[in-house]
């Protein structure tokens, strides 16, 4: 059983647009985290948020979390051709009481 | 050179036969995952172990079985019994259990 769901599942910008994803998740969790993944790799660690945290900011990359909604965005902002890539939440417990559970991924193109 | 280490990088299997997929981390972490990604899709979780000798089912572990017998190495195993084996399968350890995760490569698994 999946917990986060992102959306879009895809998307595609210009180079110094911004990007935003979405993920929704199902049940009560500690933190929620985002990572990146390049094509036939694995994935890289971009930010970790807390429950009792509502935003987080590193570098070009900011989150938010409305656990009364369930659900987290990450904002890239001034995007770049380096930033494509398929990124993806991660909640620490799904519904299934199963530890570190992803979503579906969005994948992102930006276009130079 | 700290980090996670999976091998192979390909694998290829013949139906019917069983194979094990290595995993090796010299983090100290004490969590370890393993996940299946199928084309164009989010992680999937079939395995993950809190503590050395301990492991617990994630949401597909039909087909697979794990050890835990030293903290660095989570081996995967996938029996005959997976009907549908073919996909990139990812490992990652933790210092503990729902916080960041490193990922290995990946081991892209291919049934000939």
């Known amino acids: 059983s999946q917990q986060g769901e992102e959306d879009p599942q895809a998307l595609s910008i210009q180079e110094g647009e911004n990007a935003t994803m979405n993920c929704s998740y199902k049940t009560s969790i500690n933190n929620l985290q985002w990572y990146r993944q390049n094509s036939g790799r694995g994935l890289v660690h971009l930010i970790l948020i807390r429950s009792n945290e509502r935003e987080k900011h590193s570098g070009r990359l900011r989150v938010t979390l409305d656990t009364s909604k369930k659900s987290s965005s990450l904002l890239i902002t001034a995007s770049r051709a380096a930033d494509t890539a398929s990124y993806f939440c991660?909640?620490?417990?799904?519904?299934?009481?199963?530890?570190?559970?992803f979503g579906g991924g969005t994948r992102l193109m930006v276009k130079p | 050179d700290g980090g996670i280490t999976q091998s192979p990088k390909y694998l290829f299997r013949k139906e019917g036969q069983n194979v094990t997929l290595s995993c090796e981390q010299n983090l100290n972490h004490d969590a370890m995952y393993w996940y299946r990604q199928d084309p164009g899709q989010g992680l999937r979780l079939i395995y993950y172990s809190q503590i050395v000798n301990d492991f617990q089912k994630g949401d597909i572990a039909e087909g697979y079985s794990v050890s835990r017998e030293k903290k660095e190495s989570f081996p995967l195993t996938v029996t005959s019994a997976q009907k549908n084996p073919t996909a990139f399968y990812l490992c990652a350890s933790s210092i503990e259990v729902g916080v960041r995760a490193f990922f290995g490569q990946g081991t892209r698994l291919t049934v000939v």
């Open positions: 991660a909640t620490d417990y799904n519904n299934a009481g199963n530890m570190l559970t």
